[in-house]
Structure formats: C-alpha cells, structure tokens
C-alpha cells in the first residue's frame, strides 16, 4: 500500500511483471496500445484483489485455462531477468520484497511443469519399454508353441505308426483286415501356457500416461535421456 503513495515508480518491470502474473490484463496496468506500465493505473489496483490473488496463487498443477502471451512464463522470465536485484533493493525494500516474490513464484512454476513433465515422460518410457517387451515375449511364445506343437505332431505320428504296425493286417485266412485308427492326442495348451508363463511371467503393462496441460509454459524442454540405459 505505501506505494501507492509515490508519484513515479522506477523499474515498473517489478510491479509489471507481478501483476501479469497474477492475470490482470495489459489494459489494466499499461499505456494504451503499449506494453509500457502506467502507474497511475497500476496504483488502483494494489489493494484487496491484488492482495488475494497474491495470496491463493499457487505455483504447482496445471494450467488449463488460455493465457496471453504476456501472461506466459517465457516472457515474463524474460521481463524480470533484466532487472538488477540489487539495484531494486537500493531503490525499495517494498519493492524488493516483491522482486523476490515474483522471481520464487517464477522458479516454483518453471520447477513445477518441468517435474511433471519429467515424471511423464519417464512414465510413458517406462509404458513403451514394457509395450515392447510384452510384444517380444508374445512372439517367443508363438515359436515356442510352433515349436512344442511340432514335437507334439512328431511323436504322436511315431505313435501312430507304432499302433498301426503292431496291428495285424491279414486275419488267420489271410484276408486283409481293416486296422482300428489311432486316436491321436491334442496338445495340452493349458499345460503349455503354465510352464511357458512360469518360464516367462507376463509383463506388468502400465496405464497410457495423459499429457499434462500447463498453457502457461512457453519455455524450451527436453525430456530425460534414455539412450544411457
């Protein structure tokens, strides 16, 4: 509230770049058609509102809601970065005061999507490396079936033949006599797939993973490399 009680406000980039953060509009604090503080203006609105925003601003979670793109991270990391901390404090311990409020609020946000981000991204690698390997092991069991299906036809084919060559083909008059047909045995997939998945448990797929939405944040990012792994 004391400074509401100047008359000319230096580095106005402090008072400006708090109140875009907190969402008031460029024609609430700024000359007209210019991005230039009018304090006079930006004087009538330190007072409860401003003061309530302040308090219920939250740096973390997301940001659904549309945003300007004076009101973005990027450009307002930008305006307050070319202003001298030192230089503040000299000038306004208020002032100053607000300078690190904003600058922390800043930091927190910034670390805050870059966090989630991160987690994100670790988690839909995660989900793809497991995508991955599920199919990998899906293939290994169709060969392994392929495979136990194979020696099963083998052997009930020597099966077979054994049965119907140790039947008689001819009766005691020498007349040829129809032999009884082997029955042969299916595969016992039920048995295949417990020793297959004792061998090789099943893969533990994770949920997709939602992209976060935080349309505040305009800043460049890099996912975690994985190439190391």
Request: with cysteine.
């Amino acid at each position: 509230m004391d400074l509401k009680e100047l008359h000319v406000l230096k580095m106005p980039r402090v008072l400006q770049t708090l109140f875009y953060l907190l969402r008031y509009e460029r024609e609430q604090i700024c000359e007209s058609d210019t991005n230039k503080l009018d304090f006079k203006l930006a004087k009538n609105l330190i007072g409860e509102d401003l003061f309530e925003r302040m308090a219920r601003y939250n740096p973390l979670g997301q940001r659904e809601a549309s945003f300007k793109e004076y009101q973005k991270l990027s450009f307002l990391k930008k305006t307050i970065e070319s202003v001298e901390e030192e230089k503040v404090d000299e000038y306004s311990v208020i002032l100053g005061r607000i300078y690190r409020w904003v600058t922390q609020a800043l930091e927190l946000r910034i670390e805050d999507v870059r966090n989630r981000r991160d987690t994100i991204a670790i988690l839909k690698y995660e989900r793809e490396q497991a995508l991955a390997e599920d199919k990998a092991r899906n293939e290994k069991r169709l060969a392994a079936l392929d495979e136990k299906q194979q020696e099963h036809d083998d052997k009930e084919n020597d099966n077979e033949k054994k049965y119907l060559d140790d039947q008689d083909s001819q009766d005691e008059d020498g007349n040829p006599v129809q032999k009884i047909p082997y029955e042969r045995n299916q595969l016992n997939i039920e048995e295949f797939n417990i020793e297959f998945d004792t061998m090789n448990p099943p893969i533990d797929i994770p949920l997709p993973v939602a992209d976060h939405i935080d349309n505040d944040f305009n800043l460049p990012y890099t996912p975690p490399d994985h190439s190391g792994e």
